[in-house]
T-cell receptor
Framework: EPEVTQTPSHQVTQMGQEVILRCVPISNHLYFYWYRQILGQKVEFLVSFYNNEISEKSEIFDDQFSVERPDGSNFTLKIRSTKLEDSAMYFC????????????FGPGTRLTVT | KNQVEQSPQSLIILEGKNCTLQCNYTVSPFSNLRWYKQDTGRGPVSLTIMTFSENTKSNGRYTATLDADTKQSSLHITASQLSDSASYICVVSKAAGNKLTFGGGTRVLVKP
């Protein structure tokens, strides 16, 4: 069964450094998402991406964050200058089309900012 | 404010017993409600998806109900197994954009 993959599984970085989290959505899916889950808290929506542009973003997704789909298969989340509070699990998800479809989540990347 | 609240926060049940988890939401406009199972350190896995016109949906030993009038949903687990130990998250999607609003989850521990 097709699945969403994410790399790395765990990333440790120092405060102020840039990180790029990578996701490979399911082939032929059209909608892509990033979510984050701070330890012990709810999963939170960050951003949705469709047709090579951001379709919606949350208040968490400030100027330090960016997303892109550089080569038609990878979907990346960049944090320009990490802060301690960016430490969380980051989940990528993809959706085949608009509507009542299952969003398939990747296994997540655990980001630890020290 | 669009919110999804779940209860209880956690529960312990004996293997083979049934349990019911509750979800209340205020997300509007409403498109659909989902229940996800999340194992520790893993991504959520979809159990059921229901639109406002659906009252109940089953997936094996999992049965979800939805009352769109009262904005309540429940997830019933029948004949629990040790592998059911996980967090169960109620998630609501708005009418556009498929943005998901997550509840805080109910952590279920099934003991032998």
């Amino acid at each position: 069964e097709p699945e969403v993959t994410q790399t790395p599984s765990h990333q440790v970085t120092q405060m102020g450094q840039e990180v790029i989290l990578r996701c490979v959505p399911i082939s032929n899916h059209l909608y892509f998402y990033w979510y984050r889950q701070i330890l012990g808290q709810k999963v939170e929506f960050l951003v949705s991406f469709y047709n090579n542009e951001i379709s919606e973003k949350s208040e968490i997704f400030d100027d330090q964050f960016s997303v892109e789909r550089p080569d038609g298969s990878n979907f990346t989340l960049k944090i320009r200058s990490t802060k301690l509070e960016d430490s969380a699990m980051y989940f990528c998800a993809s959706l085949p089309a608009s509507g009542v479809y299952e969003q398939y989540f990747g296994p997540g990347t655990r980001l630890t900012v020290t | 404010k669009n919110q999804v609240e779940q209860s209880p926060q956690s529960l312990i049940i004996l293997e083979g017993k049934n349990c019911t988890l509750q979800c209340n939401y205020t997300v509007s406009p409403f498109s659909n409600l989902r229940w996800y199972k999340q194992d520790t350190g893993r991504g959520p896995v979809s159990l059921t998806i229901m639109t406002f016109s659906e009252n109940t949906k089953s997936n094996g030993r999992y049965t979800a109900t939805l009352d769109a009038d009262t904005k309540q949903s429940s997830l019933h687990i029948t004949a629990s197994q040790l592998s059911d130990s996980a967090s169960y998250i109620c998630v609501v999607s708005k009418a556009a954009g498929n943005k998901l609003t997550f509840g805080g989850g109910t952590r279920v521990l099934v003991k032998p």
